[in-house]
């Protein structure tokens, strides 16, 4: 899988200087952070949407969306994955209510 979003974070990238005429991702990025969090919002809703009516296919489908946006996010605010998957790392092994306490001091 770590195959997959580095191959995915690189395009990303890449589009940064693509044509917005023919890419998606590189429209995206030329209408700027308020269109690409717009993005990231509506996906989020889809999958608790999804989530909520129990059909798994569409679930995980509006995940991939929203993975997908939320590395569209990264790569615009040049967050490496490295980044993420070291505060993941960090995480690992804590309690989910240790964690959010030692956020809020």
């Known amino acids: 899988m770590a195959d997959v979003l580095d191959e995915l ?3 990303l990238q890449q589009r940064k200087s693509a044509d ?6 590189a429209r995206l990025y030329r209408d700027g952070l308020d269109a690409i969090l717009k993005k990231v919002g ?5 999958t608790v949407i999804a989530a909520k009516n129990g059909d798994r296919a569409a679930l995980v ?13 990264m790569a615009h605010k040049d967050v490496a994955l490295s980044e ?3 505060e993941l790392a ?11 306490q030692s ?3």
Do not use: N, Q
């Open 84 to 86: 993420l998957t070291a």
């Open 61 to 73: 489908h509006e995940i991939a969306d929203l993975w997908f946006h939320s590395l569209v996010l």
């Open 9 to 11: 974070y690189a395009t």
């Open 42 to 46: 509506e996906e989020a809703a889809e």
């Open 90 to 100: 960090r995480r690992r092994g804590r309690s989910g209510l240790d964690e959010k």
């Open 103 to 105: 956020r809020s001091k």
């Open 20 to 25: 917005a005429e023919g890419s998606y991702v």
